[in-house]
């Protein structure tokens, strides 16, 4: 017979096995801070020494982090994704932007349909929230929250196709992003008209999810993506175009 002795579980494989899933599901974050001992033990209704092994183990395994005076937290692992060399190769050629960006609208028009089809009700309230935020910052003009607000409004999208290995590889393409290494965000938001066409293009985006319409939603997400790559190519000709201006005047007034 296949049967065999179930063994009692250790309390502190528990806590390992839960701890792992928050992390999996996307619920604890990079860099998020864990609670203290104390606290944490208590919500888990283990004992102290019980947690300790359990955080002991998920240290060896890389996923939690320890900084001496401030906490236990998780793990960077994320910036793992990319090694350093070719994040910098990443930001030095522009080709890398529009294959970026051709990634980005091909999973996340993936995620919106998935999102559109699976996402609970609370998750589309998640994603209706962060846009109902994207309307509210729209007239204060702040540039930094809009781009913040932005980056977020894909990203729940993407935890509500509960698809855990697309989250965790958007996350790490999103963190490129805040980085700097692919386009700066801010730029975008500067101009009225982008910034008014932005904002409508994130509306057809949450509308079509909100009404569970998988094809709509896919559509919308390729019609944003699609118009951020002509935006970006629109606005490095226009630098080549100021750089050859400027050599013209300098070469004119004898600079």
């Known amino acids: 017979m296949p049967f065999r002795p179930v063994q009692p579980e250790k309390l502190s494989s528990a806590v390992?096995?839960?701890?792992?899933?928050?992390?999996?599901?996307?619920?604890?974050?990079?860099?998020?801070?864990?609670?203290?001992?104390?606290?944490?033990?208590?919500?888990?209704?283990?004992?102290?020494?019980?947690?300790?092994?359990?955080?002991?183990?998920?240290?060896?395994?890389?996923?939690?982090?320890?900084?001496?005076?401030?906490?236990?937290?998780v793990a960077d692992v994320l910036g793992s994704a990319f090694a350093p060399a070719l994040t910098e190769l990443f930001a030095r050629h522009d080709e890398a932007v529009f294959d970026y960006l051709s990634f980005r609208r091909?999973?996340?028009?993936?995620?919106?349909?998935?999102?559109?089809?699976?996402?609970?009700?609370?998750?589309?309230?998640?994603?209706?929230?962060?846009?109902?935020?994207?309307?509210?910052?729209?007239?204060?003009?702040?540039?930094?929250?809009?781009?913040?607000?932005?980056?977020?409004?894909?990203?729940?999208?993407?935890?509500?196709?509960?698809?855990?290995?697309m989250l965790h590889m958007m996350r790490s393409m999103y963190q490129l992003l805040r980085d700097?290494?692919?386009?700066?965000?801010?730029?975008?938001?500067?101009?009225?008209?982008?910034?008014?066409s932005l904002l409508d293009q994130h509306r057809a985006i949450n509308d079509a999810l909100q009404s569970r319409d998988p094809d709509a939603a896919r559509a919308a997400v390729h019609t944003h993506l699609d118009y951020v790559e002509r935006a970006l190519q629109d606005q490095k000709k226009a630098e080549s175009n100021e750089n050859i201006a400027r050599q013209r005047l300098d070469h004119e007034t004898g600079g």
């Not at 995620?111 to 929230?129: F, G, H, I, Q």
């Not at 109902?132 to 913040?148: I, L, V």
């Not at 607000?149 to 999208?157: C, K, P, R, V, W």
Request: glycine share 6%; proline share 4%.
């Open 180 to 196: 700097g290494v692919f386009y700066n965000r801010q730029v975008m938001f500067k101009q009225r008209t982008t910034r008014q």
């Open 106 to 165: 091909d999973l996340e028009g993936l995620a919106a349909e998935r999102a559109a089809r699976l996402a609970s009700d609370t998750d589309l309230a998640v994603v209706n929230t962060v846009f109902e935020k994207m309307e509210a910052a729209h007239p204060k003009r702040n540039s930094d929250e809009e781009a913040r607000l932005d980056a977020q409004f894909h990203m729940a999208i993407t935890e509500a196709s509960h698809n855990v290995i």
């Open 16 to 73: 390992i096995r839960q701890i792992e899933q928050l992390i999996l599901r996307g619920i604890l974050r990079p860099g998020e801070r864990l609670p203290p001992e104390r606290e944490m033990a208590e919500r888990m209704n283990v004992s102290r020494p019980s947690l300790r092994d359990a955080v002991s183990a998920l240290q060896e395994r890389g996923l939690l982090a320890t900084r001496p005076g401030a906490g236990i937290f």
